[in-house]
């Protein structure tokens, strides 16, 4: 069935640093693709998506591409900031279908 | 942007009782609700797709006896647990589908605390 591997937290970075948080999946045909942001005390917001293979989301300075060939959808953002601070989700929804599947999310801590 | 809303946004409750959780699309028409379940430093578990007028579809392992989902209009499901125990103490999280953008939105959560 379909599934998304997200990489394990937490991860605590300092403020300006580079982050990447890995995401995998595995799915029949080709699903769309999906990080997703819950910061504290609120829902889940979606923060970039990608419908196909080579589409790059962006939104906020985060970025992440889909990668067929590797079936990920890696998530990086530059130059980090404390309001960054959030847990991340990744998440597919497969070709013809409305509901989600999702990592397990990944906490992410900026420090000043 | 549109806005999902869940009211309680925190209950507690006796072993037993039966507690009553609503989603809501305040400004979009949502013909399919889904609910979910979150555990602590886990995933969202998908419990069940809620369409409008019809009988939700559960997933494997969840009890639509114990989960009750009602979806009476296209702005408003309900899920009830029945019979609550403590096991059942988690964070449940409501998303709806809009046909009018093909998004889906999500709720702030319910934190329910059986004791």
């Known amino acids: 069935g379909d599934s998304v591997t997200q990489m394990e937290g937490p991860v605590t970075l300092s403020e300006e640093a580079f982050l990447t948080i890995n995401c995998t999946y595995t799915a029949t045909g080709y699903p769309s693709l999906f990080w997703y942001v819950q910061y504290p005390g609120e829902g889940l917001q979606l923060l970039l998506k990608a419908t196909k293979a080579d589409d790059k989301g962006s939104n906020k300075g985060f970025e992440a591409t889909y990668r067929k060939e590797t079936t990920s959808f890696h998530l990086e953002k530059g130059s980090v900031q404390v309001s960054d601070s959030a847990v991340y989700f990744c998440a597919l929804r497969s070709t013809g279908a409305n509901n989600l599947f999702f990592g397990t999310g990944t906490r992410l801590t900026v420090i000043p | 942007g549109a806005v999902v809303s869940q009211h309680p946004s925190r209950v507690i409750c006796k072993s037993g009782t039966s507690v009553k959780i609503e989603c809501r699309s305040l400004?979009?028409?949502?013909?399919?609700m889904f609910w979910y379940r979150q555990f602590p430093k886990q995933s969202l578990m998908l419990m069940a797709t809620?369409?409008?007028?019809?009988?939700?579809?559960?997933e494997q392992g969840v009890e639509k006896d114990k989960f009750l989902i009602n979806h009476a209009s296209l702005t408003l499901s309900t899920l009830t647990v029945t019979s609550a125990h403590p096991e059942d103490s988690s964070f449940y999280i409501c998303?709806?589908?809009?046909?009018?953008?093909?998004?889906?939105?999500f709720g702030p959560g319910t934190r329910l605390l059986v004791l």
């Open positions: 400004d979009f028409q949502a013909t399919t």
């Open positions: 809620s369409n409008e007028g019809s009988k939700a579809t559960y």
């Open positions: 998303s709806a589908f809009s046909g009018t953008s093909g998004h889906i939105y």
